[in-house]
């Protein structure tokens, strides 16, 4: 949301080129506090054969009911009817409250191209009450990486979350671990990812953060974040790799 319109365009460009062949699915992400301006990059989401699009809803001027959100949402899918189109839940970036349950009612006759939810918010007798009107061809992807079990649990299809970009390998070992009904050893897992998430927290934890961690981790050049997002303290950075390094000392 920092990048400009044409900025957001040509990272699109580049993630479809450089996925071709790489990867299954490239969704992208055509939010913004301007109808106008989502709707210009879902077309171009379709022109540059993205695979998928979603939308958080703006924040600024915010829907104050399922019923405005789902009409915004539809103003948007409109502008690319056929691409699958997610509704991507995020209430402590957006501050959009509104219930995914209530917004999931009819929609697919809104919006015949509505394939499903990243939910990234952490009321899960919301996400719970979501499946009791799940389509066949709808997804429900959980995007809080502390608490993927409990998604997973109650029938998560997928997650979508910014720590896999460095912890992936312990969340692919939690979801083997999931699959195979191994409990304890999922469980495992996930309490030692909450540790490492909550020394990050406690050190406070954000974009910025993250993004110097996909540095430290995969070690690309990733650059600096955008005002008004600050830069990562190095000692920040080194206290928190040493925290991930004691806890997971392999992959
Ligand atoms: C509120 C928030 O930023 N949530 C993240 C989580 O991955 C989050 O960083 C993680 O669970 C740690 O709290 C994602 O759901 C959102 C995300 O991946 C993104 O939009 O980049």
Redesign the pocket.
């Known amino acids: 949301m920092s990048l400009t319109v044409a900025e957001r365009k040509l990272l699109a460009e580049e993630w479809c080129k450089k996925a071709k062949g790489k990867m299954d699915h490239v969704a992208v992400?055509v939010g913004c506090m301007s109808l106008k301006d989502s709707q210009d990059l879902a077309l171009h989401a379709a022109q540059i054969k993205a695979d998928s699009i979603a939308v958080i809803s703006p924040s600024f001027f915010k829907p104050k009911n399922a019923h405005a959100l789902r009409s915004y949402l539809k103003a948007v899918a409109s502008a690319a009817p056929n691409l699958p189109f997610y509704y991507?839940h995020?209430p402590?970036?957006t501050g959009v409250n509104v219930l995914v349950r209530d917004l999931l009612v009819g929609i697919e006759e809104e919006i015949p191209s509505f394939r499903g939810v990243?939910f990234?918010g952490i009321d899960l007798m919301d996400f719970g009450l979501c499946f009791s009107l799940m389509k066949p061809n709808w997804s429900l992807l959980y995007?809080?990486?502390?608490?993927m079990l409990s998604g997973l649990v109650l029938g998560a299809d997928g997650a979508?979350?910014?720590?896999?970009n460095y912890v992936g390998c312990q969340f692919n070992k939690l979801l083997s671990a999931f699959e195979k009904g191994e409990l304890v050893e999922a469980r495992t897992i996930q309490f030692k990812l909450q540790d490492f998430?909550g020394l990050?927290?406690k050190l406070g934890?954000d974009?910025g953060v993250?993004k110097q961690l996909m540095v430290e981790v995969s070690g690309l050049s990733l650059g600096p974040p955008r005002f008004p997002v600050m830069p990562c303290h190095p000692d920040v950075a080194a206290s928190i790799k040493h925290k991930y390094e004691s806890i997971f000392p392999q992959c």
Request: charged share 15%.
């Open positions: 992400h991507y995020i402590s970036i990243k990234s995007g809080v990486d502390e608490q979508v979350g910014s720590t896999y998430l990050a927290m934890f974009v993250n």
